[in-house]
């Protein structure tokens, strides 16, 4: 699952790497990519019901949900809407804290640039997370692509995704789930794994050195070595363990 104003394009070193050892399947949330909608908020249940939505088509599991960013939360609320045929959850680069503290005025304050101005907005907030030694063509990719997002699509998902964690919700999605959890990093933000365990049933980290937030386009090699491995554990480990 992508990302925060990204689409199904953001897997293309994923998907053809993987999908002849395993059924891979992508989709542009609603509001994203080829996906239209004509919702007024963009929530991260919603995005959740979706996904839940092309795993019935899909079929019988079981499933391993892999979610990027804003996906993290998303296939969180997937798995906590129905767990079941859910083998495992892979964050990556995303839930590094579910007890995150976040005010109200720290919400606003990080939406208040995507508002006045989205475009400029969103690429300083996206440069943010590069890493400086990602490759110069690859980071004006994703930042012309991600600012011309629609910006009513993006500034509610954003809003709806922090204010899980205004909330407390975050934690709360993960709270008596029987389902294990794996987080692909990148070395830029501190990972609180017992802090993620008090309501995991169970969590690990891979830490992939030397890459930004985008690590699935920007070192693709390395992640997906962390992915296989990501992969490999939660195949072994019994459902509801």
Not at 91 to 120: C, G, I, Y
Not at 196 to 203: C, E
């Amino acid at each position: 699952m992508h990302g925060w104003s990204c689409d199904s394009r953001y897997w293309r070193h994923q998907v053809p790497a993987f999908s002849s050892r395993h059924r891979v399947v992508t989709l542009d949330l609603a509001g994203h990519g080829h996906s239209g909608s004509s919702r007024t908020v963009y929530s991260m249940k919603a995005f959740g019901e979706d996904v839940l939505a092309v795993l019935r088509e899909i079929g019988d599991g079981p499933f391993i949900l892999i979610g990027h960013s804003m996906g993290g939360p998303v296939v969180a609320s997937a798995a906590r809407l129905s767990p079941e045929g859910i083998l495992g959850l892979v964050a990556v680069d995303t839930l590094q804290n579910v007890e995150h503290p976040l005010s109200l005025e720290a919400r606003d304050q990080m939406k208040a640039p995507l508002v006045a101005d989205f475009p400029a907005g969103c690429r300083a907030f996206v440069e943010t997370m590069m890493e400086p030694g990602l490759e110069p063509d690859l980071r004006d990719w994703i930042l012309a692509d991600m600012a011309s997002a629609p910006p009513a699509v993006a500034v509610s998902a954003i809003d709806e995704m922090l204010s899980l964690y205004v909330a407390g919700e975050t934690a709360a999605l993960f709270d008596g789930s029987p389902i294990p959890v794996i987080g692909i990093y990148a070395d830029l933000w501190p990972v609180e794994t017992e802090i993620n365990r008090r309501h995991m049933n169970s969590f690990e980290a891979i830490i992939v050195p030397e890459s930004g937030h985008f690590l699935n386009l920007g070192n693709p090699e390395r992640f997906n070595r962390a992915l296989e491995q990501a992969i490999d554990r939660l195949q072994k480990t019994p459902m509801g363990s």
